[in-house]
């Protein structure tokens, strides 16, 4: 497994994308549709291959047969970070290697990406959607590469849940990246950044 990115889920995408903005002081580019999903989304280009993406479903999705990644069905309140994506060269071989509750992994394009996504059954993940989601790409074409620098550095990603050490344990024989790290707490994330402005948080 390898840390790709992180994703700000709002109601609206104008309402994700704002939280980003304001808290980075950078501007979002332009990113599509997820035609599985019925979702869109902005992306931010970070350093290290590295990105952001605000995400939500669209005002016009109909109503959908399986749940969408990363529990945005049931999302509210105001946009935040709410999830984290780890790619891996074999979804399956990855699935089978971890608990059960990661998902089935679907297929998935945007535009000329290609994935494959394992999305939870009910599409929450582990640990109250702190565990993170899991990503196969397809080909050689990956976000990061296509988007405009950013100035931007995600220094670190803090993982915050009751169970910490419990997920911190799960993830170690998959994942080795000093940016995250596990503290036992309420469950969420929080992600900090060197950017133009200077250091912020998500």
Avoid at 43 to 58: D, K
């Amino acid at each position: 497994m390898k840390f790709d990115h992180i994703a700000i889920s709002g109601r609206t995408l104008s309402e994700a994308t704002a939280h980003a903005e304001t808290a980075l002081g950078v501007p979002l580019q332009q990113g599509g549709e997820h035609a599985r999903f019925h979702t869109h989304n902005r992306l931010l280009g970070l350093e290290e291959g590295l990105y952001l993406e605000a995400l939500a479903v669209m005002p016009d999705a109909p109503a959908q047969g399986s749940p969408r990644m990363f529990g945005i069905d049931k999302f509210d309140g105001p946009a935040r970070l709410t999830n984290w994506i780890c790619s891996c060269t074999d979804i399956d071989a990855t699935l089978a290697a971890l608990p059960k509750g990661f998902g089935t992994a679907i297929s998935v394009t945007r535009g000329d990406l290609r994935w494959r996504m394992a999305v939870p059954e009910a599409g929450f993940l582990p640990f109250d959607n702190c565990a993170p989601a899991l990503i196969q790409w397809e080909g050689d074409l990956h976000p990061s590469a296509m988007l405009a620098a950013s100035g931007c550095a995600l220094t670190s990603l803090t993982v915050h849940h009751p169970d910490a050490e419990a997920l911190q344990a799960m993830l170690a024989p998959h994942l080795a990246d000093a940016r995250v790290t596990f503290t036992t707490g309420p469950a969420g994330l929080q992600a900090a950044f060197d950017t133009p402005n200077g250091p912020r948080a998500l």
